[in-house]
């Protein structure tokens, strides 16, 4: 991903856990426990971002309470760096996301909406590896306005900007007033035309401020920022992909048994874009760890096996 950062790869031994019975929310068969019976731990890996390493953890978390032996090896750093290790196997389970992955796998794709995006991953990927459920939660580029714009103009889409009597304003850093999902994408895919403002902080505070102030009336800031929330700003939806859609999905290898998978695509389907937002935000405001917010979001959620 595309702000992820290289670091030092941490190894963390763990014990080996005693399987435990078998839970109402995943029907995990306890014979089935740690691998099919293989003594192999799960190497659970993470890009060297702090969210991706909070959604790992919640698989990590999981899989133990169901009587899995896990080995977490985290902040591993960019794509480039770990998918040979997915691919190879070395690294068991991986949460990803679909557009920048199916990007990497196949450069050329035409896929853009979530769906198509998803099977044309699935199809994709190298035959070592499973595509597990994609999860609602995404990490992308989105196109947000601030929930007074949006009541005053009924803007629920990008396709909504059309209705707007006033002249539009785009935000974002320089590199956006020519890329195909700025200015020109806008007029191609929606019929929108905007003028454009740089703001050099990557969807950061500045541009919230300048959404704020009325200097800019659109900004392109990541779905999963929890700066969306605390700031009550409104992401609009984009129907005709724009922007390559980017759900969350676990990568699985076959140390990946049936019964694991079910529970890492529970946690998936529990996730939505709002609660990823949340998650993050208290890795960045209450500086919590990501073993901290995985636990409390799994007890909340009943995700954790008694």
Same mark, same amino acid.
């Given at each position: 991903?595309?702000? !992820?950062?290289?670091?030092?790869?941490?190894?963390?031994?763990?014990?080996?856990?005693?399987?435990?019975?078998?839970? %109402?929310?995943?029907?995990?068969?306890?014979?089935?426990?740690?691998?099919?019976?293989?003594?192999?731990?799960?190497?659970?890996? !993470?890009?060297?971002?702090?969210?991706?390493?909070?959604?790992?953890?919640?698989?990590?978390?999981?899989?133990?309470?169901?009587?899995?032996?896990?080995?977490? %090896?985290?902040?591993?750093?960019?794509?480039?760096?770990?998918? !040979?290790?997915?691919?190879?196997?070395?690294?068991?389970?991986?949460?990803?996301? =679909?557009?920048?992955?199916?990007?990497?796998?196949?450069?050329?794709?035409?896929?853009?909406?979530?769906?198509?995006?998803?099977?044309?991953?699935?199809?994709?990927?190298?035959?070592?590896?499973?595509?597990?459920?994609?999860?609602?939660? =995404?990490?992308?580029?989105?196109?947000?306005?601030?929930?007074?714009?949006?009541?005053?103009?009924?803007?629920?889409?990008?396709?909504?900007?059309?209705?707007? %009597?006033?002249?539009?304003?785009?935000?974002?850093?320089?590199?956006?007033?020519?890329?195909?999902?700025?200015?020109?994408?806008?007029?191609?895919?929606?019929?929108?035309?905007?003028?454009?403002?740089?703001?050099?902080?990557?969807?950061?505070?500045?541009?919230?401020?300048?959404?704020?102030?009325?200097?800019?009336?659109?900004?392109?800031?990541?779905?999963?920022?929890?700066?969306?929330?605390?700031?009550?700003?409104?992401?609009?939806?984009?129907?005709?992909?724009?922007?390559?859609? !980017?759900?969350?999905?676990?990568?699985?290898?076959?140390?990946?048994?049936?019964?694991?998978?079910?529970?890492?695509?529970?946690?998936?389907?529990?996730?939505?874009?709002?609660?990823?937002?949340?998650?993050?935000?208290?890795?960045? =405001?209450?500086?919590?760890?990501?073993?901290?917010?995985?636990?409390?979001?799994?007890?909340?959620?009943?995700?954790?096996?008694?």
């Amino acid at each position: 991903m595309k702000r !992820s950062l290289l670091s030092v790869v941490a190894l963390v031994g763990v014990g080996v856990l005693g399987a435990c019975g078998s839970s %109402d929310t995943f029907d995990v068969d306890p014979t089935q426990a740690s691998g099919s019976g293989s003594s192999e731990a799960i190497v659970i890996g !993470s890009q060297d971002y702090y969210s991706s390493e909070i959604i790992a953890e919640t698989y990590a978390q999981a899989l133990e309470s169901h009587g899995y032996e896990v080995q977490r %090896d985290f902040r591993i750093g960019q794509r480039e760096i770990y998918m !040979s290790d997915v691919e190879s196997g070395k690294l068991d389970l991986f949460p990803e996301y =679909t557009g920048p992955l199916l990007q990497y796998w196949q450069p050329d794709t035409e896929a853009r909406l979530s769906e198509d995006v998803y099977e044309a991953l699935v199809a994709a990927a190298p035959e070592s590896i499973s595509v597990l459920d994609q999860s609602p939660a =995404t990490d992308q580029d989105s196109y947000v306005v601030t929930q007074e714009f949006a009541q005053e103009y009924g803007l629920t889409t990008i396709a909504d900007l059309a209705k707007v %009597d006033e002249p539009l304003v785009l935000g974002g850093n320089s590199e956006l007033e020519t890329r195909p999902n700025g200015p020109s994408g806008l007029k191609e895919f929606y019929g929108v035309e905007v003028s454009f403002t740089p703001i050099e902080d990557g969807g950061g505070p500045l541009t919230v401020k300048a959404l704020q102030d009325g200097d800019v009336q659109l900004a392109v800031i990541y779905t999963a920022d929890p700066s969306i929330d605390r700031n009550n700003l409104v992401t609009l939806e984009d129907p005709e992909g724009l922007f390559l859609a !980017s759900h969350v999905v676990p990568l699985a290898s076959d140390n990946v048994d049936a019964d694991a998978r079910a529970v890492i695509n529970e946690i998936s389907a529990a996730m939505s874009p709002e609660i990823l937002r949340e998650l993050n935000d208290r890795s960045i =405001t209450d500086q919590a760890p990501a073993e901290t917010i995985a636990r409390d979001w799994l007890t909340q959620t009943g995700l954790l096996a008694e």
